[in-house]
């Protein structure tokens, strides 16, 4: 990939892809399409060939999906097998018709049996049933993965495919009903700490700029006692806050510029017989829910009981990635947990 290469960056505007741009320009990757979302609906096989006709990608990277956290999984399940296979089958089979030099597709590591050993080694895709809260986002996953493979079988393509972690960064969802749990984190954690110095203006703000979710909303004029209600019905209070599930779940994060650092590597380096069918993308560590959640309770500052529901889904009980392939191409990732829960944390205040 040079420097005046045409590259595509599907889904720029998600957490993946925004990072993605940002990463490519910072380097002087100055010839990248993108797409106006209005005009082009990846998930319409006609407005993608058209795209792929006018700008010709010789690089794509496929961050385009419809994404969320365990509940938006739950709840959505056809959109997002739907929404996800229409979208990666349009943008590889474009690829393939329109020469694409290179593409690179982004899985993720729900791929994995719920029950696979850990850490799970890329050997481990499909040797046993999957965690059903998401199922039908990881049967897209799967499907996608094997389009790559059999077009670079079949048609002599080079597709490469990536598996990350559970990723994190600025840029991120923090809808509390569709988000996934490190962002849902520090929006609740942040909107109890207001709560309980009585800033109710900061909260309206807040409220006001991003979707609570749930299709909660605060009238205008909403006094100190509308917005505590509003709050609690999503588990935020002045002296808890309540998350979902047991706390026992193990998870592993990735802050978002690891990743794309690690995709513009892979892009830049290596074919796909040398990375095999996907290699994963991991931080080589995970922790409980319940120490995750203490970390950004500190980060924040928030001075306040943490409460489990466990009515909620706790998911799978852990998927560790096994980093050693990534590893063994010569990649590891920089940003610790530490680190960027505060930069998100940050972007979360000031973006
Ligand atoms: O991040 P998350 O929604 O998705 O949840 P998964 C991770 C864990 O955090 C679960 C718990 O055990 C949740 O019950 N949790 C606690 C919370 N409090 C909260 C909260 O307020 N919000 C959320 N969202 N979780 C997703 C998959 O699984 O991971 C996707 O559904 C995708 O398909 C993604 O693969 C990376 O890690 O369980």
Request: net charge positive.
């Amino acid at each position: 990939m040079q420097k005046h290469s045409k590259i595509f960056v599907a889904g720029y505007r998600g957490l993946v892809g925004s990072a993605l741009l940002r990463k490519l320009r910072a380097l002087g990757y100055s010839n990248i399409a993108v797409g106006d979302r209005a005009e082009l609906d990846l998930r319409e096989r006609r407005a993608v060939d058209e795209h792929f006709a006018r700008e010709k990608p010789e690089y794509v990277f496929l961050a385009a999906a419809k994404v969320g956290g365990i509940l938006a999984n739950e709840t959505y399940k056809a959109e997002f097998i739907y929404d996800n296979i229409a979208i990666a089958s349009n943008v590889i089979d474009a690829s393939y018709r329109n020469g694409v030099k290179k593409l690179l597709n982004l899985g993720s590591s729900c791929i994995y049996p719920k029950l696979a050993p850990q850490p799970l080694k890329e050997d481990y895709l499909l040797t046993g049933p999957l965690e059903p809260t998401n199922e039908p986002y990881a049967i897209a996953k799967i499907a996608a993965i094997k389009m790559c493979r059999y077009y670079n079988e079949q048609y002599g393509t080079n597709f490469l495919s990536v598996m990350p972690t559970n990723l994190y960064g600025p840029g991120d969802n923090f809808n509390l009903e569709t988000s996934h749990v490190l962002p849902a984190l520090i929006r609740k954690f942040h909107l109890a700490k207001l709560l309980k110095q009585g800033k109710i203006e900061e909260l309206r703000t807040d409220i006001a700029r991003r979707p609570l979710g749930f299709g909660l909303q605060l009238a205008p004029k909403a006094d100190g006692k509308e917005v505590e209600t509003l709050l609690g019905r999503v588990g935020i209070a002045a002296t808890a806050v309540e998350l979902w599930g047991t706390g026992s779940p193990l998870r592993e994060f990735l802050y978002v510029d690891d990743l794309t650092d690690a995709v513009v590597f892979l892009m830049s380096t290596y074919d796909y017989r040398q990375v095999g069918e996907f290699v994963n993308i991991g931080a080589g560590k995970d922790l409980p829910i319940k120490e995750l959640a203490e970390r950004i309770r500190q980060i924040v500052g928030f001075a306040g009981e943490i409460r489990f529901d466990s009515s909620k889904p706790d998911g799978t009980p852990r998927k560790l990635l096994d980093v050693s392939r990534m590893r063994s191409l010569g990649w590891e990732p920089k940003i610790g947990l530490e680190q960027g829960i505060k930069l998100t944390y940050e972007s979360y205040l000031f973006e």
